[in-house]
């Protein structure tokens, strides 16, 4: 698959001398979604602002759509809708007014049609005619999604898009983002809520103190997600394993108290009940049991912590 | 050119101006008249004519310089400074669209409202004195010029501010004084020799004295030179912007 956004060794310094991003390099590629994960200040908005155009890079080059971001950016940015994180929104223009204000300023001409589709798909169809103020928080980020997708771009840009947003409201956006996707629009997105990017994207990549430190398939990355661990505290001290439980590969740990079995949920058969007959004919006995299970959001926090 | 981006932003500024009319050109009307009353009716009936025009004659093209100064800084500052202030520039600056279309859309928008308030100050004043303009084309001119130069200088403003003091500042202090001391409501010709030459530092005593000449023939210093020097502001005024953009000077981190 080709590549819609290339970024090659891109540092950031703010002006006040902060470093907000180190060589990063990041290819998007045409029609996925891709999933931005990372801790606050790890520098999401920063890349997507210098992609967009908000922010000058300091060093390295960005295309999006093979076109330089800077010497070619009236054709780069026009591929490009965006979702800021903030809410900045006019006060007293209507929400159709806005919406096409923004197809306009995107040289796109006149298409009451998409416009009302947009609205439409974003159930504000019946705030058309009300001024912004008048909306709730949630309604004005949708208001903003609308904006971005008023000039049918190619690729669009969410940054936390559901911040503020109830669970139903969620679920409608979600089915948008999936609407889009189908129509062959590349969805780049951060959210703090790792369910989010589990449930949506096709790549997943975190970043941590302006460093990517994975870029992963999520496929991939859900296979280590199936991975669990059977835990036993034992009743007696244990002082080695006997050879019958040798093909289980176990972890005898915590001073011979406690066992440690990994296995994997996809798997066939995961052996438990033949682990669980071994361990009563060795005379092995245990007082309690526990399963745990590897979540996107424990591979996240380990991955940030050893960064870190 | 992004012709249908320049249109985007010049209707929605001019939007912005229809909704809020009454600040936008009921405000200066009203003030205006009230000069009028105080300078033209009240204290002018008592002032001998200058250069052959009555006192009240003699001040309305600097009334409507004086408002179409004062709106032109305020209305492109404001137009600029608002979006940075609320966020909204986010969009302008992810827009396919060149610093040059930013300014023709704000520029214009807000220039085009000054124009409109000067015509409308014109009216009103011709309903207190008789108006005789003896160069339309040379009047207007000056109108366009002065509206476009000053709209500049308030999109530089808007930029510049990074609060609402600083963005009230300029105006308040510099602009308000000099054009007040620029000859609106006298003649320099009036003033003892050492202030004079004084006066001659002060810019906006060339385009009020241009445009006086457009209507009534007399002007405190020659055409050319007020041309000349309101097209050097309006270069100055083009150098600046031009760079702001060049470096990204407060609009893009
Ligand atoms: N204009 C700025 N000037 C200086 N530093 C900045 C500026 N904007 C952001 N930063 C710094 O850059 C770092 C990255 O910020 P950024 O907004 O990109 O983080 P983020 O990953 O989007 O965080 P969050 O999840 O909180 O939105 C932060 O440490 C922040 O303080
Ligand atoms: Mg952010």
Redo the contacts between chains.
Sequence with gaps: MSSIISVTHLSKTYGSGFTALKDVSLDIRRGEIFALLGPNGAGKTTLISIICGIANLSTGKVSVGGHDINTDYRAARSLIGLVPQELHTDAFETVWATVSFSRGLFGKPKNPAHIEKVLKDLSLWDKKDSRIIELSGGMKRRVMIAKALSHEPQILFLDEPTAGVDVELRKGMWEVIGRLRDAGVTVILTTHYIEEAEQMADRIGVINKGEIILIEEKATLMRQLGRKQLTLQLQERLAALPATLEPYRLILDDDGMRLTYNYDTQGERTGITALLGDLSNAGIRFKDLSTTQNSLEDIFVSLVRRSA | M?L??I???Y??EM??TW?TLLQSIVSPVISTSLYFVVFGAAIGSRISEIQGVSYGTFIVPGLVMLSVLTQSISNASFGIYFPKF???I?????????YFEIVIGYVGAAATKSILLGLIILGTAGLFVPLHIHHPFWMLAFLVLTAVTFSLLGFIIGIWADNFEKLQAIPLLVVTPLTFLGGSFYSVNMLPSGWRTLTLFNPVVYLISGFRWSFYEIADVSLGVSVGLTLAFLAICLVTIWWIFKT?YRL??
Excluded: K
């Excluded at chain 2, 986010?90 to 060149?98: D, F, K, T």
């Design positions: 992004n249908t981006a249109r985007a932003i209707l929605f939007a912005r909704r609320v966020g909204t986010y969009e302008i600056l992810s827009a396919p669209v060149s990204g893009r981190n």
